[in-house]
């Protein structure tokens, strides 16, 4: 090495060329771009946490377990506490399944369009990523995707149902054909349900301890616990055995395990919540189905897809114009002059249906 001259670090190799997740944030009066909740958590959920935190002993490390709060979501769901795995944010569930189940040598499958970070954090864990295709209308094809699994032998399958960012439920035969499919080469089921409260249906009744199915769940989104960052799996008790080996020691610290267990306190709150947001979902579809501009996809999430016929980032930005942010997808691969609008508040969705009455006829001509 020449004197003097120092040599930079570099991350490894297969790093150096990926991009970072980006989700732009622009400050403006309605934001309808990243799926939160448009309430603020119920006023008695936040006097109960304030309470239960000032009786906190915060020289202490926090339960390394999380057992009440694994309890209390066992509870609620009617699974065993052994099946229970909490991390901070569904994403660091998802990075520790990887963690556990994916690594060099190993493969992912996802299936596109689908949810960024699936593919992005099994790259960043030196998993090689499959992608597996959907139908037109975003469906997965059992039979085909079945036999990709079977095929491509991943170690690691996930399944995003409702689907971000289409909306799209997977039907129960899809996911036991996958299952299937699944336990024949020895992979792991990951069928990611961030949106699963606001769905007909749940994967979490395939859950047990004799396959290798796994739901994951967010706090993010019906909690209207974005800030707290709490998620959490379903798994066969022997999965989150693996886990627990893998996640740092007292990641999740004790305030987020409160705010956990006393969330689930307010659960008719929360119902009542996802049932606005559900018929909110179903008010904006109908309003912006009704555009001939506009092509738009069935949805079981707290979103809904939609398609330009015509320029979709010139309508994504006369919609930034009048103060309304959703998140443009016009440009990615397979999402041609696609928006993803995130329901909001009543007075939200009317500023953007607003917004878009006033648009669509000049961005349509
Ligand atoms: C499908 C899906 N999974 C997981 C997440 C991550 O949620 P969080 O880490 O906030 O729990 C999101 C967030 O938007 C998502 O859309």
Same mark, same amino acid.
Request: contains cysteine.
């Given at each position: 090495?020449?004197? /003097?001259? +120092? $040599? @930079? !670090? %570099?991350?490894? &190799?297969?790093?150096? =060329? *990926?991009? #970072? ?81 994916? /690594?060099? +040598? $190993? @493969? !992912? %499958?996802?299936? &596109?369009?689908?949810? =960024? *970070?699936? #593919? ?246």
């Amino acid at each position: 090495m020449t004197p /003097g001259i +120092s $040599r @930079r !670090a %570099l991350p490894r &190799e297969d790093l150096q =060329a *990926l991009e #970072g997740y980006h989700s732009p944030q622009i400050d403006v009066p309605v934001r309808l771009n990243t799926n939160e909740s448009p309430f603020a958590p119920p006023p008695g959920f936040i006097d109960e946490w304030l309470a239960a935190l000032r009786e906190l002993t915060f020289n202490r490390y926090p339960d390394r377990a999380a057992r009440d709060l694994r309890e209390a979501l066992g509870t609620h769901l009617g699974q065993p506490t052994e099946r229970l795995f909490c991390a901070n944010g569904s994403n660091e569930v998802l990075q520790t399944l990887l963690l556990t189940y994916g /690594g060099a +040598s $190993r @493969r !992912a %499958l996802v299936f &596109e369009p689908t949810y =960024a *970070l699936h #593919g992005h954090i099994a790259r960043l864990t030196g998993t090689d990523v499959v992608e597996g295709e959907r139908l037109p209308g975003f469906l997965l094809d059992p039979d085909a995707s079945a036999a990709l699994v079977r095929d491509t032998e991943p170690s690691i399958v996930f399944v995003c149902s409702p689907n971000n960012p289409t909306g799209t439920v997977e039907a129960r035969d899809t996911l036991v054909a996958l299952a299937d499919a699944a336990a024949d080469v020895g992979a792991l089921l990951v069928v990611d349900e961030a949106y699963g409260e606001f769905s007909h249906w749940s994967a979490l009744e395939l859950v047990d301890d004799s396959r290798s199915v796994v739901v994951v769940r967010t706090y993010s989104k019906v909690w209207s616990m974005a800030a707290l960052r709490l998620g959490f799996a379903v798994a066969p008790a022997w999965v989150v055995a693996e886990l627990e080996k893998v996640l740092l020691p007292y990641s999740l610290s004790s305030p987020t395990q409160l705010a956990g267990v006393i969330a689930l306190r307010h659960r008719d709150e929360m119902a009542e919540r996802v049932a606005t947001l559900i018929n909110e979902r179903e008010r904006v579809a109908a309003a912006l189905n009704a555009r001939p501009e506009l092509r738009v996809f069935p949805s079981g999430a707290n979103f809904v897809l939609l398609q330009m016929h015509g320029d979709g980032h010139a309508l994504w930005n006369a919609l930034l114009e009048k103060g309304v942010l959703v998140r443009d997808f016009s440009r990615w691969p397979r999402l041609p002059e696609c928006l993803r609008v995130t329901i909001g508040s009543r007075v939200e969705n009317d500023a953007f249906l607003t917004a878009m009455r006033e648009v669509l006829p000049e961005v349509a001509a």
